[in-house]
């Protein structure tokens, strides 16, 4: 039998479910479809975003290819919150791999 979850862990379940949440929309995907993406049900889905059921790392690692990211950016607060990422997301997931690249090198240039 597992330990009880302390509060700092509930708030962080709650936390990364909310970003795959907020990714997930951003993508215009529905919850079936990330169930379907990561072979579990849409009712997993919506317990992994409201912080119900932990996220295995394993399980975290689909979900972020399926939402075509990095885990990370589904753990990091700063990552997730930025203003108009959303718009980004949805942007960036209608580009192909060559419009990718010269986006990724403009930023790139701008930040130097």
Known sequence: M???QTDREKR???RIGAHVRSRR???GMTQAGLASAIG???QQVQKYERGVNRIAASKLVLIAE?????PAELINEEAAEMPGSG???RAWSHLDA???EA???MIEAFGR
């Not at 399926?66 to 990095?70: P, V, Y």
């Open 103 to 105: 986006v990724t090198r």
């Open 87 to 89: 718009r980004l997301v």
């Open 40 to 42: 579990v049900t849409f």
């Open 2 to 4: 597992s330990a009880p």
């Open 12 to 14: 962080l379940d709650v």
């Open 98 to 100: 060559g419009q990718r």
């Open 25 to 27: 929309e951003a993508l």
């Open 66 to 70: 399926a939402l075509k990211c990095e």
